[in-house]
């Protein structure tokens, strides 16, 4: 894998995701807002922010679109078709390396080191129980640079393993279960519901819940948009940050916790009883520079930027 994305190849990402949107930014009102995301309950608060009025309300048209891998939704900005999207903090990042001019609006979820909700997830027979059972192994990661993908060669390296020796395959959430069934792939780095399915089946089973070794309260979303969009369109973006923050409000109490998990599997199609038991990210809908800088750090350690960015000036205030 490249340490990092040239212009060229965060562009390139761009392709599907704008083919699934079908969307001129140029065509919309500026209170109409595409915002991409993909099939995470760290984007929860925007699902509830749709479904409970908090964005109409303030003027806003927000409207979700699913992009299947997290690395494709810079390039997805960048070219008009999402106005604001979730990249994890690691893609976004990669993408302000690569030359892209976006900020960050908001938050979604934040780590938790009591989320039994991603981890490394075997091949029943593979063997994987370790980090040095990962050498040599092929591993799906749900894109190249995102979250489950850094953190999992970070904990790799606190574990004293070179993460080039371990084989990596870029696939999407929805094809985890398929690949482990079929054998394909040795693991996967993955997060719920997908685990869930795949544990049920009996497939596969949890070698690790890797990431308890990250701190609480860092994210792994952020809302993020276009510099020149952002401040074109300042009021709606206020707006868009009132609403998620109202959301978060919502999430954080618990007698709204059903009708989170229902709005939730409306956008990444749920059944209930996977609903019912799920892990749901603590909501972060501000994001402060201690926070970025986390990750900063976390990539530079990785040789995954090729300079380090002034982190305040990520930030749309």
């Given at each position: 894998?490249?340490?990092?994305?040239?212009?060229?190849?965060?562009?390139?990402?761009?392709?599907?995701?704008?083919a699934?949107?079908?969307?001129?930014?140029?065509?919309?009102?500026?209170?109409?807002?595409?915002?991409?995301?993909?099939?995470?309950?760290?984007?929860?608060?925007?699902?509830?922010?749709?479904?409970?009025?908090?964005?109409?309300?303030?003027?806003?048209?927000?409207?979700?679109?699913?992009?299947?891998?997290?690395?494709?939704?810079?390039?997805?900005?960048?070219?008009?078709?999402?106005?604001?999207?979730?990249?994890?903090?690691?893609?976004?990042?990669?993408?302000i390396?690569?030359?892209?001019?976006?900020?960050?609006?908001?938050?979604?979820?934040?780590?938790?080191?009591?989320?039994?909700?991603?981890?490394?997830?075997?091949?029943a027979?593979?063997?994987?129980?370790?980090?040095?059972?990962?050498?040599?192994?092929k591993?799906?990661v749900?894109?190249?640079?995102?979250?489950?993908?850094?953190?999992?060669?970070?904990?790799?390296?606190?574990?004293?393993?070179?993460?080039?020796?371990?084989?990596?395959?870029?696939?999407?959430?929805?094809?985890?279960?398929?690949?482990?069934?079929?054998?394909?792939?040795?693991?996967?780095?993955?997060?719920?519901p997908?685990?869930?399915?795949?544990?049920?089946?009996g497939?596969?089973?949890?070698?690790?819940?890797?990431?308890?070794?990250?701190?609480?309260?860092?994210?792994?979303?952020?809302?993020?948009?276009?510099?020149?969009?952002?401040?074109?369109?300042?009021?709606?973006?206020?707006?868009?940050?009132?609403?998620?923050?109202?959301?978060?409000?919502?999430?954080?109490?618990?007698?709204?916790?059903?009708?989170?998990?229902?709005?939730?599997?409306?956008?990444?199609?749920?059944?209930?009883?996977?609903?019912?038991?799920?892990?749901?990210?603590?909501?972060?809908?501000?994001?402060?520079?201690?926070?970025?800088?986390?990750?900063?750090?976390?990539?530079?350690?990785?040789?995954?930027?090729?300079?380090?960015?002034?982190?305040a000036?990520?930030?749309?205030?």
């Open positions: 894998m490249k340490s990092h994305y040239s212009r060229r190849q965060v562009l390139s990402y761009g392709a599907a995701a704008i699934t949107t079908g969307f001129n930014a140029q065509a919309q009102s500026p209170t109409k807002i595409i915002f991409g995301f993909t099939a995470v309950t760290d984007f929860a608060s925007i699902f509830v922010g749709c479904e409970e009025g908090f964005f109409k309300k303030r003027g806003l048209d927000v409207e979700p679109k699913f992009i299947p891998l997290n690395p494709s939704i810079p390039a997805a900005i960048q070219s008009e078709s999402l106005h604001i999207g979730g990249p994890t903090a690691s893609v976004y990042l990669q993408a390396d690569g030359g892209l001019d976006h900020v960050v609006v908001a938050g979604g979820g934040m780590t938790d080191k009591s989320n039994t909700g991603v981890g490394l997830v075997a091949r027979g593979s063997g994987i129980r370790t980090a040095q059972d990962c050498i040599g192994k591993i799906g749900p894109g190249f640079g995102a979250y489950l993908h850094v953190t999992f060669r970070a904990w790799l390296k606190i574990n004293k393993v070179d993460p080039a020796k371990v084989n990596f395959v870029e696939t999407s959430f929805p094809q985890h279960a398929d690949l482990i069934r079929g054998g394909s792939i040795d693991a996967v780095v993955t997060g719920d997908f685990m869930g399915r795949i544990l049920s089946s497939a596969g089973y949890v070698a690790s819940y890797y990431t308890t070794f990250l701190p609480d309260g860092m994210p792994t979303i952020l809302y993020t948009a276009r510099r020149d969009w952002a401040t074109k369109n300042a009021a709606a973006v206020k707006a868009f940050q009132e609403g998620v923050i109202e959301a978060a409000n919502f999430i954080k109490k618990p007698a709204n916790n059903a009708k989170v998990r229902e709005h939730i599997g409306k956008y990444i199609k749920l059944p209930p009883e996977i609903l019912s038991t799920m892990q749901i990210s603590p909501p972060g809908p501000v994001i402060v520079e201690k926070q970025l800088t986390y990750w900063v750090d976390m990539m530079n350690d990785q040789k995954m930027l090729k300079a380090s960015p002034t982190v000036k990520l930030l749309f205030k």
